[in-house]
């Protein structure tokens, strides 16, 4: 006989699933940290490769060489354009470089002059943007990004973002071989999809109205209407994700990775790379930004050692 009960299909914690409203997406939750720094950073996703590395975990092949699945990230230098002052979660000012180079890569006049008082902010935010165009992705205009700067006072975060100011940063200035890292990305769009494959629910039986891919009931007679938690067909993938606690294994230079023929669908390097340990969200030539992991506490990174990167 049928069983009468089962846990619901589907998650929702991810509610409306619908396609993002934008390809850029923003990030809302930073990690703390007691020292100045800058706590995020942003890439484009190259593709897959193997690593051979020195298993430094607690599990049972401790100490033996391993072989992992890992994502290259291709991270052009972000250039820091302006400071962002917020209290009480509303901005209160914003001071930008003097450098015209810089200014002139924004094609928009910034017309603010004054200067940040850190008596009147309690977060401090810096302005920055990549350049697509540095890569081979095809892409020209430059993406805009809003990142926070780790520190105990308003003061602090504030010096250490003038120092900033109209220069650019690289992989290695922010993040650490070990540290683990949260990556925040649009996923991949699959369009409209039928509700076992969007949600997973179980197929029918033959002889059930003579389908077989379709949902068994549509919810009780009242209330009168089809609620929202009801898993039907829709909208499948184009949503923006976190993905928690990536370990950093390696920043270096391209011909590192570089294959002959490049990877597919996406070209060749031409900037320092950066290599997480599994999957990250996004198809290739998506951006994917990251943040130090939320969920860690303060880090003590250990780099691992990595004995081969298979090409």
């Not at 917020?86 to 002139?104: A, H, Q, S, W």
């Not at 994700?241 to 390696?250: A, P, Q, S, V």
Request: proline fraction near 6%; charge should be positive; hydrophobic fraction near 35%.
């Amino acid at each position: 006989m049928a069983k009468h009960n089962a846990p619901r299909r589907g998650s929702l914690a991810f509610w409306p699933r619908k396609r993002a409203k934008s390809q850029l997406p923003r990030v809302l939750a930073w990690a703390s940290s007691p020292t100045p720094c800058i706590l995020g950073f942003a890439g484009y996703k190259a593709g897959q490769t193997s690593v051979v590395i020195v298993d430094d975990t607690m599990r049972p092949t401790k100490g033996q060489e391993i072989v992992l699945n890992c994502t290259i990230v291709e991270a052009p230098p972000i250039v820091i354009y302006g400071i962002r002052a917020y209290r009480d979660g509303m901005v209160v000012c914003d001071e930008f470089t003097p450098d015209e180079k810089v200014i002139l890569k924004l094609r928009q006049k910034l017309t603010s002059a004054k200067k940040i008082d850190e008596n009147s902010a309690d977060e401090i935010f810096v302005l920055a943007f990549v350049e697509p165009a540095k890569t081979g992705i095809g892409k020209k205009h430059i993406e805009r990004l809003q990142i926070a700067v780790g520190g105990n006072t308003a003061k602090a975060k504030l010096d250490y973002a003038r120092t900033l100011l109209g220069k650019e940063l690289s992989a290695s200035e922010v993040f650490k071989p070990g540290e683990y890292c949260d990556a925040v990305a649009i996923t991949r769009g699959k369009g409209w999809q039928g509700s076992v494959k969007r949600f997973g629910i179980a197929k029918q039986r033959r002889k059930a109205t003579g389908r077989v891919r379709h949902l068994g009931n549509l919810g009780p007679w009242h209330p009168g209407y089809v609620t929202y938690t009801i898993p039907q067909a829709g909208q499948m993938g184009y949503h923006k994700r976190t993905d928690y606690n990536k370990r950093l294994l390696k920043i270096g230079k391209p011909d590192d990775v570089n294959k002959k023929s490049g990877f597919k669908n996406y070209g060749v390097l031409k900037n320092d790379y950066v290599l997480f340990e599994g999957t990250l969200p996004g198809p290739v030539k998506r951006l994917v930004r990251f943040r130090k992991a939320i969920r860690k506490g303060e880090q003590k990174p250990k780099p691992p050692n990595v004995v081969q990167i298979v090409k």
